[in-house]
């Protein structure tokens, strides 16, 4: 097994202020260290906050990801401030979702990738948004997510 190699990471281990926009942020990777085996790799973000286009108003969501790594696995300060750059970034649940699962498989290419986005209420309605690349693979344990839909006071 070959050894992965960091000199290529420029946020990791050096300050790095909240980008700007998601635009703005820079994802960055590294080599897979169990290349070759299929592994599931989470990545869970329980107070995830954007803004409505429309309104301004902030929005909330705990958004679980999960992905079985290819030749890359992802660089996780800099998923944590890919993440932060939507907190004044104007977008619908569903467009923020898309976006953040779009901009993975493009970095990545994983072999498999899904996304859960368990939005809280805004007007009395939660959403909830889903999406994965394809099946998952035969043979990998994929667990659940077990965010609990919204149930509010009843």
Not at 37 to 60: H, K, M, N, W
Not at 105 to 111: K, Q, T
Request: hydrophobic share 40%.
């Amino acid at each position: 097994m070959t050894q992965p190699t960091y000199e290529d990471l420029t946020l990791l281990g050096h300050a790095a202020a909240q980008p700007a926009s998601p635009e703005h942020a820079k994802l960055e990777r590294v080599g897979n260290p169990a290349a070759g085996r299929a592994y599931i790799v989470r990545l869970t973000c329980p107070e995830f906050t954007s803004l409505c286009p429309l309104t301004g108003q902030p929005d909330f969501a705990h958004i679980v990801i999960d992905y079985i790594p290819g030749d890359w696995i992802v660089e996780s300060k800099s998923f944590k401030l890919l993440m932060a750059a939507y907190r004044n970034h104007g977008a619908f649940h569903e467009a923020c979702t898309m976006e953040i699962a779009g901009r993975l498989v493009d970095f990545l290419s994983p072999i498999w990738l899904r996304i859960g986005a368990y939005w809280y209420p805004r007007g009395g309605i939660p959403l909830d948004i889903f999406w994965q690349t394809a099946a998952p693979p035969e043979g990998v344990w994929i667990p659940q997510q077990d965010v609990p839909g919204y149930r509010g006071r009843g």
